[in-house]
T-cell receptor
């Protein structure tokens, strides 16, 4: 298993600002994933972050809005840029790249944009 | 595109009753299926992972079955307790196992003391 921590756990931000969310894993992993969970909805994958290469974004998500860094095998950041109230969600990072590919999630970052 | 459906969306049961939560998926070419628990405003806790070659997996009071051919999985929770109140999510990755999970909307469970 993997132990994942995220910072901050929650934040309230003003429209038009940016927030960077950090994700730290207690072991080296090849792939890290960023998900969004809007209020009352299930999880949607934003992007896959591989160390040493550009993140791969899912349809509907773009790098200018959600830039991702992956400087090493235990750490990643997701920035939510130029925020609007529609960005109010829980943002979760996850890992899981060893057989049998069981996926583990961090505690999430609860973002409210006013 | 894989689509995951969970029924019922919400249910309430008295303490001690068994819980039966259903998950269906449209593409049976899956690598594994994972059940998670989510408490309000929190992250996800992995409960059980069933590999595509398995038919069921058990952990304590939890038992999950998998019928790939019919695209269904069922999570059974025996002798429910108030602490089991949470949302239960099932998720399925593509066959090649890169873990781009497709999630259902969840079964929201309330166990009444």
């Amino acid at each position: 298993s993997a132990v994942i921590s995220q910072k901050p756990s929650r934040d309230i931000c003003q429209r038009g600002t940016s927030l960077t969310i950090q994700c730290q894993v207690d072991s080296q992993v090849t792939m890290m994933f960023w998900y969004r969970q809007q209020p009352g909805q299930s999880l949607t994958l934003i992007a896959t972050a591989n160390q040493g290469s550009e993140a791969t974004y899912e349809s509907g998500f773009v790098i200018d809005k959600f830039p991702i860094s992956r400087p090493n095998l235990t750490f990643s950041t997701l920035t939510v840029s130029n925020m609007s109230p529609e960005d109010s969600s829980i943002y979760l990072c996850s890992v899981g790249d060893r057989e049998p590919y069981e996926q583990y999630f961090g505690p999430g970052t609860r973002l409210t944009v006013t | 595109k894989q689509e995951v459906t969970q029924i019922p969306a919400a249910l309430s049961v008295p303490e001690g009753e068994n819980l039966v939560l259903n998950c269906s998926f449209t593409d049976s070419a899956i690598y594994n299926l994972q059940w998670f628990r989510q408490d309000p405003g929190k992250g996800l806790t992995s409960l059980l992972l069933i590999q595509s070659s398995q038919r069921e997996q058990t952990s304590g009071r939890l038992n999950a079955s998998l019928d790939k051919s019919s695209g269904r999985s069922t999570l059974y929770i025996a002798a429910s307790q108030p602490g089991d109140s949470a949302t239960y999510l099932c998720a399925v990755p593509p066959f090649y196992g890169n873990n781009r999970l497709a999630f259902g909307k969840g079964n929201q469970v309330v166990v009444i003391p």
